[in-house]
């Protein structure tokens, strides 16, 4: 059946995105003008699936062309700081899996993209240019490459090789730990077909929802709560996929530490998963209970016509793909819900309970630093300086003389510590610091010895450092090569090497250092060079991106320098 499926996904692929996708740079009288459609088309197909885009955005995220590289399509999303890169493949006849040579060529690729070497890149790439340094730059960002065509079979020995070197290269932290900052994902013709198979809007979703302890609100508007069994809800994702969010206005758009958080539940603590997860908010057209259970309240099952989930959309989403991925612990696994019916209701009812359920900010580590008793203090003591220390997480913050954020308050003291691995960490994924408030990292750096003024003075020096380095990849003649790389990708390493030199952590007790009395241009510079030479004596081959966040490589920088 496998000529069917392809001939289905072509068919539903071009009418999804070959209107909007690019052919600027087709021949109309190209044989092979049809197969390159189709490919850009199943590009596209998988940052929609991945990046869970738009249909609009997945298609303007398509690169495919003359000097590509081996990626197709690219993609990032500030709201969940993650970047999608995919190669992709179209098999006519549907059967095999990609060469082993296109799968070396993507996985170079991806090292040139995130090395920033956008030279061996066509101008479809380089017009991304702003975009991938953004990605680049971004606290935590999280990578998805994605390899994806209409082949049978599942990867080869020698393919999934090639793919596993990439991901234990950018994950290796280099203190013997692994972070899933890389992931890799494998859409073959079975995984695009059943998606495509279950829709992408298409027609509206009827469940049948058992709970069990349930109970009911009757006034001013019907709904059922109660507690759902982890099994059923992977059930609906399974058979409904994204259609299922709908009217959710973020869908599953969000941080990746929600994703991680819930996953790391379901894993490890299985059995608290209700106490720990806010759940599922479903609205529908109109809910009616089954005569199962009669009146009593231990179990009833309710089938609800029209439904969407308006609220929950990423655990319903990470528990459908840990169902896929074979995951041991549903059973063990239970979560609140609530079903709202909106039949009776006023026309706007569903929506406001859209809007009203997504307004609501998901709570993350660091927003619970700004109870942490030292940051209070430092607060205050910044406050008696005019300095308006920001600790409570906001979108609208904007640093200036008067005005400093937590986020760069942690990046700063990181910098200007003795040890190099918290600036690492600093550079690889911020939000590590925030994990624990009771230990090392952020013990380390936020403790009774550190004083509001001695956090001013570091956080007003490293802004310094980031003015110059930013006017030394302004004043470069190109954006690429070696100085180029370690400017972007080693500039928490520079700032700890220039905080090192200048002995500022011994100011931490008498934090009488002023940041205006020292040439931080000279001493940027001079350190940029030594910087330089040690990568080229030592560490010539390596990609930069990965270098800087790799603990014990620049715990050896920083000894040798």
């Known amino acids: 059946?496998?000529?069917?499926?392809?001939?289905?996904?072509?068919?539903?692929?071009?009418?999804?995105?070959?209107?909007?996708?690019?052919?600027?740079?087709?021949?109309?009288?190209?044989?092979e003008i049809e197969f390159k459609v189709l490919t850009r088309c199943l590009a596209a197909y998988a940052v929609y699936c991945i990046g869970e885009t738009l249909i609009d955005e997945a298609a303007l995220a398509v690169v495919d062309g003359a000097d590509d590289n081996g990626i197709d399509a690219i993609?990032?999303?500030p709201s969940n700081k993650r970047m999608v890169i995919v190669q992709s493949k179209w098999k006519k006849d549907g059967s095999g899996e990609p060469d082993n040579g296109d799968l070396r060529k993507f996985k170079d690729g991806v090292l040139d993209l995130i090395n920033l070497d956008l030279d061996k890149f066509n101008g479809k790439v380089n017009a991304k240019r702003q975009m991938i340094e953004t990605a680049l730059a971004e606290f935590d960002t999280k990578f998805?490459?994605?390899?994806?065509?209409?082949?049978?079979?599942?990867?080869?020995?020698?393919?999934?090789?090639?793919?596993?070197?990439?991901?234990?290269?950018?994950?290796d932290a280099g203190d013997g730990t692994s972070e899933d900052v890389v992931s890799f994902h494998h859409l073959n013709q079975a995984i695009i077909h059943g998606g495509l198979a279950s829709g992408m809007d298409g027609e509206p979703i009827d469940l049948e929802i058992g709970l069990s302890q349930w109970g009911k609100i009757e006034e001013p508007h019907l709904g059922f709560f109660g507690i759902v069994a982890g099994e059923e809800v992977a059930n609906w994702w399974g058979k409904k996929g994204k259609r299922l969010f709908a009217k959710n206005i973020r869908q599953m758009l969000g941080a990746t530490e929600v994703n991680d958080e819930v996953k790391r539940t379901i894993e490890e603590q299985?059995?608290?998963?209700?106490?720990?997860?806010?759940?599922v908010t479903i609205v529908a057209e109109s809910i009616k209970k089954?005569?199962?259970?009669?009146?009593?309240?231990?179990?009833?099952?309710?089938?609800?016509?029209?439904?969407?989930?308006?609220?929950?959309?990423?655990?319903?989403?990470?528990?459908?793909?840990?169902?896929?991925?074979?995951?041991?612990?549903?059973?063990?696994?239970?979560?609140?819900?609530?079903?709202?019916?909106?039949?009776?209701?006023?026309?706007?009812?569903?929506a406001s309970v859209t809007k009203t359920n997504n307004r609501q900010n998901r709570i993350e580590s660091r927003?619970?630093?700004?109870?942490?008793?030292?940051?209070?203090?430092?607060?205050?003591?910044?406050?008696?300086?005019?300095?308006?220390?920001?600790?409570?997480?906001?979108?609208?913050i904007k640093t200036s003389p008067a005005t400093i954020d937590l986020s760069e308050a942690t990046v700063a003291l990181a910098c200007a510590s003795t040890q190099v691995g918290l600036a690492v960490q600093a550079k690889r994924e911020i939000g590590r610091f925030y994990d624990n408030l009771k230990k090392s990292p952020?013990?380390?750096?936020?403790?009774?010895?550190?004083?509001?003024?001695?956090?001013?003075?570091?956080?007003?020096?490293?802004?310094?450092?980031?003015?110059?380095i930013s006017n030394m990849i302004t004043s470069l003649p190109k954006k690429s090569g070696k100085e180029y790389g370690i400017l972007v990708h080693g500039n928490r390493m520079l700032a700890f090497l220039v905080f090192r030199k200048l002995e500022i952590h011994r100011s931490a007790?008498?934090?009488?250092?002023n940041a205006d009395d020292i040439d931080w241009n000279a001493n940027t510079q001079s350190t940029l060079q030594k910087l330089m030479n040690e990568i080229e004596e030592s560490y010539k081959d390596k990609f930069l991106a990965t270098l800087f966040k790799n603990a014990s490589i620049c715990k050896s920088i920083s000894e040798k320098m």
Not at 7 to 28: T, V, Y
Not at 270 to 279: Q, S, T
């Open 367 to 396: 927003d619970f630093v700004s109870l942490d008793e030292e940051q209070i203090r430092l607060k205050k003591e910044l406050s008696l300086e005019g300095i308006e220390y920001n600790i409570v997480r906001s979108e609208n």
């Open 270 to 279: 299985p059995e608290n998963f209700w106490y720990y997860n806010n759940g």
């Open 1 to 31: 059946m496998s000529i069917i499926h392809v001939n289905q996904i072509g068919s539903k692929i071009k009418a999804l995105f070959s209107e909007k996708i690019d052919k600027s740079d087709l021949n109309p009288l190209d044989k």
């Open 75 to 77: 993609h990032y999303s």
């Open 509 to 513: 007790d008498k934090f009488d250092f």
């Open 442 to 468: 952020y013990k380390t750096i936020f403790n009774p010895r550190t004083n509001g003024i001695y956090l001013r003075n570091t956080v007003f020096s490293l802004r310094k450092i980031d003015e110059i």
């Open 144 to 171: 998805d490459l994605v390899l994806i065509h209409t082949g049978a079979n599942t990867l080869s020995r020698h393919n999934q090789q090639v793919m596993d070197s990439i991901l234990n290269e950018l994950n």
């Open 290 to 350: 089954s005569m199962v259970g009669g009146n009593s309240r231990e179990i009833g099952s309710f089938k609800a016509n029209n439904i969407s989930i308006v609220n929950g959309a990423q655990t319903v989403s990470v528990i459908g793909r840990y169902a896929q991925e074979g995951g041991a612990n549903l059973t063990k696994l239970r979560l609140p819900i609530r079903l709202i019916s909106l039949e009776g209701a006023p026309e706007d009812f569903g």
